[in-house]
């Protein structure tokens, strides 16, 4: 690399620090009060009208609704509420991921199958299907987990 490269290369990393920050690619899930398809479908057109949302499902029985694309969780919980519905991150956790089940509070009858109320765990809720796999894969409680010694 020349003195020219040098050159280009300080100019690009000087450049490329003045510039906005993009967003990450997120998925954000959200409890959502709906009591029809209707309110579903409002609710969906509402959070696809989001800039930087790619894909926006809904499951009114379930109640939840799952945003995917480059947007802030926090800007999507606000435009969820602007529909006029009762509207909270998604609560619950896949029951692999919670250390002690058993704790008190945990257990909710509405939860989804396999999944119970999340804990005050700091990221248990936020882990993406490939991440559960490997939290899984060194679980204490699976017996044909990998272990480190």
């Known amino acids: 690399m020349g003195v020219e490269g040098t050159f280009d290369y300080i100019a690009d990393l000087i450049s490329s620090t003045k510039r906005k920050k993009r967003k990450q690619l997120n998925t954000v899930d959200l409890k959502v ?23 926006v499902t809904v499951d009114w029985k379930q109640q939840k609704a799952t945003v995917y694309g480059f947007v802030d969780a926090k800007k999507v919980l606000k435009k969820a509420k602007s529909t006029g519905k009762k509207c909270e991150p998604w609560p619950y956790v896949p029951y692999g991921l919670i250390a002690h089940p058993y704790a008190s509070g945990v257990y909710d009858k509405k939860a989804p199958a396999n999944h119970v109320r999340g804990t005050d765990e700091p990221g248990v809720g936020t882990l993406n299907p490939v991440e559960e796999k490997y939290a899984l894969m060194f679980s204490d409680d699976n017996p044909n987990a990998c272990t480190i010694m």
């Open 33 to 55: 009060r709906m009591d029809c398809e209707g309110c579903g479908e409002r609710v969906k057109n509402v959070l696809s009208g989001m800039k930087g949302a790619k894909s």
